[in-house]
């Protein structure tokens, strides 16, 4: 640890002791602010005698009061909470919230396009995690850094060898995103995480249009998201082999990196098996990328679906090929120890990659794949299971027809399932344990996500609202009071498990990246204030398991935050036209 970090951690402990010594009195809200017409909610986390709560402007002066709600016992934690609910006030400005016999809250905005900052932030956080790149001081401020990885020999590992390529081949593979907080490259998560950011742009092409995260693309006549998309996609496409179609499931090093910067990591290179999955995953972006870059660069949305075909192809001649790194392992050296995404399942891949295709090409032999691998019920998507990925585009081509009705009804039951609970912190986020696991973050981003669309199919007010409370959550209403945004509240993560944040020397981590959040399963065994469910969270350095970050968490923050901006006046959240 660096000494300007060493400090850092000293400061943050001794201004945070007495908040992780106990979780009682303290006021949890979205530490970045409200929209002046949005619903407002924030909870007290710990028993209080009080009956009322207080709202403050900057001069502390009293601007509003209301009723603390009845005690909820969470079913997640052993805290109590209590409700404040202060939707009817409007008034621009910063304010804080203070409930007698508790901690004064942290400061936060009510204005429009409040949660702006926080959307682009998340966003620009890949252009922090893009390899082979300079990052320069116009773009990266003090987060500037060499290039690392320029992958231009990288080795054929003799477990992906073939008659083409012998094991020893060196081929280039560059650019793309580090996956998270180490410097491994991956197909199959970078498949949901540009599944999810293109869907981004389907979505709402308009206000994406027009959003700018000064990068060194900004001002190309290419939507920055497409910018960043493209970034990745150009290195996707390099891992399929032109002689068959195949995709190799990743670029990696045989073991993780040390902590140490990109340019200082200059391990041997490898690509590994071809796997169904990365075919399948491979093949659906692509498809998707030849269809939303269209209109700004035909020729490489051209070549995007040549090879999305060519993918597909090798995927039907090969449709069970795992990647299984264990067994690979027993006969192939060296040993790869590297993050597996490995999956013997592939219905959904297939479903996926078959509304892609058939969203962009109109092919009838797609639409029969997509009918034929249609699951009998459908969930929030992960890297392990992409269907939903399908849904949202099918839903996108065409509303009108059967087949359509059908998807709409599943999605539909799935995100009105949310709509009547309400967990200890008003939120959809716990209304299970199951979603306090590995990335939990991810979860509550992904139920945003879902309710945002819903809300786009129905125009039912209360799916828009619903996804907002999950902001919230993310951005500090939740059992650990932490904003989870690297760089964006006023207690977020310090030291997330990330390499270039935990060896730059700079006190603050990269900012922009969502931390992964509650995990019960505490599987790196480092030491845990609280081992209860929704609080399972440790910013710690070593917490790979609660405090890394990831590609795949941060694409539906992305949705969901630039998605509740674009439609902050349709929601009635602003009254006037917000430039």
Known sequence: MSIYRLIAFSLFYLLTASSRASAEGEIRLNQ????????????????????????????????????????QHSSNSNLVTRLIDFSAFSDTGTYRLAVPGAVTSYPFYI??????????AVLKGYYYQRASMPLLPAYAGKWARAAGHPDADVTIHPNAADQFRPAGTKIPTPLGWYDAGDYNKYIVNSGITMGTLLGA????????NHLSTNIPESGNQVPDLLNEAIYNLRWMLTMQDANDGGVYHKCTNAGFDNMVMPDKARATRYVVQKSTAAALDFAAVTAQASRVLKPFLPALADSCLKASRKAWKWAEGHPGVPYNQDSINKLYSPAISTGTYGDNRFHDEWVWAAAELYSTTGEAAFLRAFEAYLPNT???????????????????KDRSSSLSTRLQEDVLKLATHYLDFYSAFHTVMGQSVRDFTWGSNDVAAHQGMLLLFAYRLTRDKRYVNRALENLDYILGRNATGYSFVTGYGSKTPMFPHHRPSAADGIAEPVPGLVAGGPNPGMQDKCKYEFTDPERAYTDQTASYASNEIAINWNAPLVYLANGIEALQQEAGYVKTPVK
């Open 378 to 396: 459908v969930q929030l998507p992960n890297w392990g299971n992409v269907a939903m990925l399908g849904y949202y585009t099918m839903l996108r």
């Open 111 to 120: 204005r429009p396009a409040v949660m702006n900052a926080v959307a682009i």
């Open 201 to 208: 742009y389907e979505d709402f092409p308009e206000y994406f």
């Open 32 to 71: 970045t602010g409200f929209y002046p017409y949005a619903p407002k909610f924030a909870v007290v986390a710990g028993p209080v005698a009080a009956a009322s709560f207080y709202l403050l402007n900057e001069a502390k002066d009293t601007v509003f009061t209301g009723k603390l709600g009845a005690e």
